[in-house]
Nanobody, 125 residues
Framework: QVQLVESGGGLVQREGSLRLSCTAS????????IGWFRQAPGQEREGVSC????????YYGDFVKGRFTTFRDTRKNVVYLQMNNLSPEDTGIYYC??????????????????RGQGTQVTVSS
């Protein structure tokens, strides 16, 4: 059974950084596209990033504006979301997900067949 597990969330001050990790069971993370999305209380889900399974090409939500980077370590089978220059508006639960497709389809998305339980990110002002 496909399982994704996020980690690395926490409390950080404005303009701080966090690195989130997404690990998987049952498959290697360079096989399928892996996306990140987030949800803040009372807000709709928001697509953060996506990395293609084959070529590693990445896509980001417009709000990222160069602050976040998603990349993977194939030896460790981990996909990361490096977040810099965080603001309180970035507060929310961050999830990684996959549809077990090779590509992201050129965009970020918020719905996946499989996703983890999420990790909380809180940015204080």
């Amino acid at each position: 059974q496909v399982q994704l597990v996020e980690s690395g969330g926490g409390l950080v001050q404005r303009e701080g950084s966090l690195r989130l990790s997404c690990t998987a069971s049952e498959f290697t993370l360079d096989t399928y596209a892996i996306g990140w999305f987030r949800q803040a209380p009372g807000q709709e889900r928001e697509g953060v990033s996506c990395i293609n399974g084959r070529d590693g090409e990445t896509y980001y939500g417009d709000f990222v504006k160069g602050r976040f980077t998603t990349f993977r370590d194939t030896r460790k089978n981990v996909v990361y979301l490096q977040m810099n220059n965080l603001s309180p508006e970035d507060t929310g639960i961050y999830y990684c997900g996959t549809d077990l497709w090779a590509g992201c389809g050129g965009e970020v998305t918020v719905t996946f067949d499989y996703r983890g339980q999420g990790t909380q990110v809180t940015v204080s002002s």
